[in-house]
T-cell receptor
Framework: EADIYQTPRYLVIGTGKKITLECSQT?????MYWYQQDPGMELHLIHY???????EKGDLSSESTVSRIRTEHFPLTLESARPSHTSQYLC???????????FGPGTRLTVL | QQQVKQSPQSLIVQKGGISIINCAYE??????FPWYQQFPGKGPALLIA???DVSEKKEGRFTISFNKSAKQFSLHIMDSQPGDSATYFC???????????WGAGTKLIIKP
């Protein structure tokens, strides 16, 4: 089983709140990703990183931001949550030279 | 040209039957074709993957068939079991340092 962790697993918050979704991996992978997914639906890449201090936006426009200060940590922040941000957020990582992505269990976010 | 088209969107198969999910791609530079399996409340996990130098890869009850000339690949699940009920995603990428391009997913239900 992959060692990639996401917290919280579930989050219900009000509109306008600032939130940070945490993602950590203990595999030493250089590449990390954030996906947005409505349950059972298509995966949309919103951010990725190929290493420390490297972050890029993905295919799906997102109002969130990410940082990569440590190899193992890739948090995602929403400065002002809105109901349209309600979704599941999946974090993944992969090793350099390899395509396989290992996924965390996801954070189910509900913004009221 | 970056798209991966997956079909069907949903599939119901009787226990013991064969489940078949298809994907098509346009970019001939793709050289890695994985299938991921996702159970409700979990992140996707790699099930099986193939590279274009072979036409078929089998792991237990799961087989990928790859048709390079048609730019199609498919997942076959033999002797389908209720525990196989999940959402399946195909994907493709070009080299190990490029993003995975994901299909839209197929929700598979195996009826007992």
């Amino acid at each position: 089983e992959a060692d990639i962790y996401q917290t919280p697993r579930y989050l219900v918050i009000g509109t306008g709140k600032k939130i940070t979704l945490e993602c950590s991996q203990t595999m030493g992978h250089d590449k990390m990703y954030w996906y947005q997914q409505d349950p059972g639906m298509e995966l949309h890449l919103i951010h990725y990183s190929y290493g420390v201090n490297s972050t890029e936006k993905g295919d799906l426009s997102s109002e969130s931001t990410v940082s990569r200060i440590r190899t193992e940590h890739f948090p995602l922040t929403l400065e002002s949550a809105r109901p349209s941000h309600t979704s599941q957020y999946l974090c993944a990582s992969s090793a350099n030279g390899y395509n396989e992505q290992f996924f965390g269990p996801g954070t189910r976010l509900t913004v009221l | 040209q970056q798209q991966v088209k997956q079909s069907p969107q949903s599939l119901i198969v009787q226990k013991g039957g064969i489940s078949i999910i298809n994907c098509a791609y346009e970019n001939t530079a793709f050289d890695y074709f994985p299938w991921y399996q996702q159970f409700p409340g979990k992140g996707p996990a790699l099930l099986i993957a193939i590279r274009p130098d072979v036409s078929e890869k089998k792991e237990g009850r799961f087989t990928i068939s790859f048709n390079k000339s048609a730019k199609q690949f498919s997942l076959h699940i033999m002797d389908s079991q209720p525990g196989d009920s999940a959402t399946y995603f195909c994907a493709a990428s070009r080299g190990s340092n490029y993003q995975l391009i994901w299909g839209a997913g197929t929700k598979l239900i195996i009826k007992p």
